[in-house]
């Protein structure tokens, strides 16, 4: 079993649609957590950081639950342009630990 | 600003043979990462340096591939005799001390080995 486990997807949302990435992971001893997006053929880049706060940053929310070792992202009115690879990611012990992506395709 | 470079951008090369990938890190970045990223692995942490020193290489699939930093703006990783399964794309990344966990990525090296 990996370590960080995702939706392996892809989905193929409309335009203006909501869609949900969902992550687990399995190591208690993970210390912080990011959602990272990758385009095709490019280097991953980060996305945002996640906090059992849960936080915001315009269309994108992403919610962390320790309890159930879980990581969630939620894209609101989705554009053309969030068609990519999304990676949940974990860092334990100062390394990041990916998980395989969910790759999202948005269409007109 | 210059992000983190990489060398050769992409790579075809035979069975056995030697292939060297280069890093030039974010100038003042303290950390330096070696990942491999496949379709059927992801992307995977191969080997990081702090301040030029190996700190874990644990991800090193085998003895055929090294890296080392000799200063503090390169970085080399090498596989020798390379082998086909090594095809993969190559990536480095950087990042300052304390800057949390934030790492920049450069474009990558496609490696195919035929």
């Known amino acids: 079993r990996k370590e960080v486990e995702q939706d392996p997807g892809p989905f193929n949302v409309p335009e203006g649609a909501t869609v949900a990435f969902n992550c687990t992971y399995s190591?208690?001893?993970?210390?912080?957590f990011f959602w990272y997006r990758q385009d095709c053929r490019k280097e991953p880049k980060l996305l945002m950081s996640v906090y059992s706060s849960g936080n915001e940053d315009g269309r994108f929310t992403a919610q962390l639950n320790r309890a159930s070792q879980y990581i969630s992202l939620l894209i609101r009115d989705s554009k053309l342009s969030d068609s990519a690879t999304y990676l949940c990611?974990?860092?334990?012990?100062?390394?990041?630990?990916f998980g395989q992506g969910t790759e999202l395709s948005v269409k007109p | 600003d210059a992000g983190v470079i990489q060398s050769p951008r992409h790579e075809v090369t035979e069975m056995g043979q030697e292939v060297t990938l280069r890093c030039k890190p974010i100038s003042g970045h303290d950390y330096l990462f070696w990942y491999r990223q496949t379709m059927m692995r992801g992307l995977e942490l191969l080997i990081y340096?702090?301040?030029?020193?190996?700190?874990?290489d644990s991800g090193m699939p085998e003895d055929r591939f090294s890296a080392k930093m000799p200063n503090a703006s390169f970085s080399t990783l090498k596989i020798q005799p390379s082998e086909p399964r090594d095809s993969a794309v190559y990536f480095c990344a950087s990042r300052p001390q304390g800057a949390g966990e934030t790492q920049y990525f450069g474009p990558g090296t496609r490696l195919l080995v035929l």
């Open positions: 990611v974990v860092n334990r012990g100062g390394k990041l630990i």
């Open positions: 190591n208690s001893a993970s210390q912080s």
């Open positions: 340096f702090n301040n030029n020193v190996p700190i874990d």
